[in-house]
């Protein structure tokens, strides 16, 4: 029986593979958080990656957003680390595993409103030559989704989905799904995920499936969402509920009651978006959201098994 990822040290975090990795997070019955940060922009510690900062509040396991597999950066690292093994590194600073949002936005998506910041690369699309990439990076986790205003929708999650587990099936955790409307606003409130999308991304061979966290997106309630998680895990799959709407910067009273819920809603994995301050949750929140899914003595105990090698 694979030990949870709740109790594994550093060391035991870099030899999981896919299966063990999933198994490791089954295990930890819905007591584990994936920070999400940006390794482009000026990281708050100066010199230390938001990555490591997460990881320093509590986070199990580390997302990088905005990462172009053609032009890697992670602000922060010390200089002279080859552009191929960043997250070989990082994995090592931090005893964590490590996810990457690649994003399969239409061909030919324009829009003109968009902020600079998440407006696509080639080295971000969520095609089969970038995840081939990844996973010879070292990447434990790729997630396919959307940020704000790059019109992805769920039949362009499902269609790149098909292809990369052709490819990266037997080594990297794939999770489908979206954190908001990503741009696309007829698919709001209930409409951004349907049991059919989630029946479509499992024949497709997603092996955890992205929600909306609870009073997130408009229209998510605990209830909806309670719904798609008892849906998810009837037919054999792990469910991530994510803040993906800036609420990571909010006070730590929203930040908790968030976390009861999606704790009452039975998800596997808590997710905690990038932009409490530019690139990363507000610390205290990533702390926080921690505590209140798993307690103060597992919390800290997150924190000390990344010094355990």
Same mark, same amino acid.
């Given at each position: 029986?694979?030990?949870?990822?709740?109790?594994?040290?550093?060391?035991?975090?870099?030899?999981?593979?896919?299966?063990?990795?999933?198994?490791?997070?089954?295990?930890?019955?819905?007591?584990?958080?994936?920070?999400?940060?940006?390794?482009?922009?000026?990281?708050? %510690?100066? !010199? #230390?990656? $938001? =990555?490591?900062?997460?990881?320093?509040? *509590?986070? +199990? /396991?580390?997302? &990088?957003?905005?990462?172009?597999?053609?032009?890697?950066?992670?602000?922060?690292?010390?200089?002279?680390?080859?552009?191929?093994?960043?997250?070989?590194?990082?994995?090592?600073?931090?005893?964590?595993?490590?996810?990457?949002?690649?994003?399969?936005?239409?061909?030919?998506?324009?829009?003109?409103?968009?902020?600079?910041?998440?407006?696509?690369?080639?080295?971000? %699309?969520? !095609? #089969?030559? $970038? =995840?081939?990439?990844?996973?010879?990076? *070292?990447? +434990? /986790?790729?997630? &396919?989704?959307?940020?704000?205003?790059?019109?992805?929708?769920?039949?362009?999650?499902?269609?790149?989905?098909?292809?990369?587990?052709?490819?990266?099936?037997?080594?990297?955790?794939?999770?489908?799904?979206?954190?908001?409307?990503?741009?696309?606003?007829?698919?709001?409130?209930?409409?951004?995920?349907?049991?059919?999308?989630?029946?479509?991304?499992?024949?497709?061979?997603?092996?955890?499936?992205?929600?909306?966290?609870?009073?997130?997106?408009?229209?998510?309630?605990?209830?909806?969402?309670?719904?798609?998680?008892?849906?998810?895990?009837?037919?054999?799959?792990?469910?991530?509920?994510?803040?993906?709407?800036?609420?990571?910067?909010?006070?730590?009273?929203?930040?908790?009651?968030?976390?009861?819920?999606?704790?009452?809603?039975?998800?596997?994995?808590?997710?905690?978006?990038?932009?409490?301050?530019?690139?990363?949750?507000?610390?205290?929140?990533?702390?926080?959201?921690?505590?209140?899914?798993?307690?103060?003595?597992?919390?800290?105990?997150?924190?000390?098994?990344?010094?355990?090698?």
């Amino acid at each position: 029986m694979q030990k949870r990822y709740l109790d594994c040290s550093a060391s035991e975090i870099l030899r999981l593979g896919k299966k063990d990795l999933l198994e490791s997070i089954k295990g930890s019955e819905g007591r584990l958080l994936v920070s999400e940060t940006i390794g482009t922009l000026q990281p708050v %510690l100066m !010199t #230390v990656t $938001n =990555a490591e900062l997460a990881a320093s509040q *509590g986070a +199990d /396991i580390l997302l &990088l957003n905005v990462f172009d597999v053609n032009n890697p950066i992670m602000q922060g690292l010390p200089e002279g680390i080859p552009t191929n093994d960043i997250i070989r590194t990082l994995k090592r600073l931090t005893g964590r595993a490590i996810g990457v949002n690649l994003e399969p936005v239409p061909a030919g998506f324009n829009n003109p409103t968009q902020d600079v910041q998440w407006k696509i690369s080639e080295g971000r %699309l969520a !095609t #089969v030559k $970038n =995840a081939i990439k990844l996973k010879e990076m *070292g990447v +434990d /986790i790729i997630v &396919l989704t959307g940020n704000p205003g790059n019109g992805v929708t769920n039949q362009e999650i499902n269609q790149s989905l098909k292809e990369l587990k052709a490819v990266v099936d037997n080594d990297v955790v794939l999770i489908t799904g979206k954190m908001h409307a990503a741009g696309v606003l007829n698919a709001s409130a209930e409409q951004l995920i349907t049991e059919e999308d989630i029946r479509t991304f499992i024949s497709s061979g997603a092996d955890i499936i992205l929600l909306p966290a609870p009073g997130t997106v408009p229209g998510i309630s605990l209830e909806f969402v309670q719904k798609m998680v008892s849906y998810c895990h009837s037919q054999g799959v792990m469910t991530m509920t994510a803040i993906g709407t800036s609420q990571e910067g909010a006070d730590v009273q929203t930040i908790r009651q968030i976390a009861l819920m999606c704790k009452m809603a039975g998800t596997d994995l808590h997710h905690i978006g990038d932009s409490g301050y530019n690139g990363i949750a507000l610390p205290e929140n990533i702390l926080n959201y921690g505590i209140v899914i798993r307690g103060v003595r597992h919390t800290y105990s997150r924190i000390a098994r990344s010094i355990n090698r």
